[in-house]
C-alpha cells in the first residue's frame, strides 16, 4: 500500500521561503514520478513541479527560477524549496506519485495520478 504525507507548510510574507516535505512509502522502486500541484478553492489543481522516472525535474512557469524540486532515493522523501514567494502561490499544496511513463512536464499536466497526499497549506501574506 503506497502511502503519501506532506508536511511543512505554513504562513509566510511575501518574499519569504518555506519547504515542503513529502515521504512517499510502499513503493517498491524509487523510479517513478512524483511532483507538486496546488489547488485555491474553486480552481482546478495545477501541476507546479514534478520529477519523472529519469530523474529530470520540471516547473511550471509561473515558480520556474523561484521554486526547486528534489529528491533523496534512500528516504523516498521529495521535497520543494520555494523562494521569493509570492501572494498568488498561496495554495494546498500535493503532493503525488504514481508509476506515470512520458515526460515530466505531460504528468505535470495531469490530475489523474493515482497516490496523494492530504495537502498542506501555504499562505503567502502581502
Known amino acids: 500500500q503506497v502511502q503519501v504525507v506532506e508536511s511543512g507548510g505554513g504562513s509566510v510574507q511575501a518574499g519569504g521561503s518555506l519547504r515542503l516535505s513529502c515521504v512517499v512509502s510502499?513503493?517498491?522502486?524509487?523510479?517513478?514520478?512524483t511532483g507538486w500541484f496546488r489547488q485555491v478553492p474553486g480552481k482546478a489543481r495545477e501541476g507546479v513541479a514534478g520529477i519523472a522516472r529519469d530523474g529530470r525535474p520540471c516547473y511550471a512557469d509561473s515558480v520556474n527560477g523561484r521554486f526547486t524540486i528534489s529528491k533523496d532515493n534512500a528516504n523516498n522523501t521529495l521535497y520543494l524549496q520555494m523562494n521569493s514567494l509570492k501572494p498568488e502561490d498561496t495554495a494546498m499544496y500535493y503532493c503525488?506519485?504514481?508509476?506515470?511513463?512520458?515526460?515530466?512536464?505531460?504528468?505535470?499536466?495531469?490530475?489523474?495520478?493515482?497516490?496523494w497526499g492530504q495537502g498542506t497549506q501555504v499562505t503567502v501574506s502581502s
Open positions: 510502499g513503493y517498491t522502486s524509487s523510479s517513478y514520478f
Open positions: 503525488a506519485a504514481s508509476s506515470g511513463l512520458g515526460i515530466c512536464s505531460w504528468l505535470l499536466t495531469r490530475a489523474d495520478h493515482r497516490y
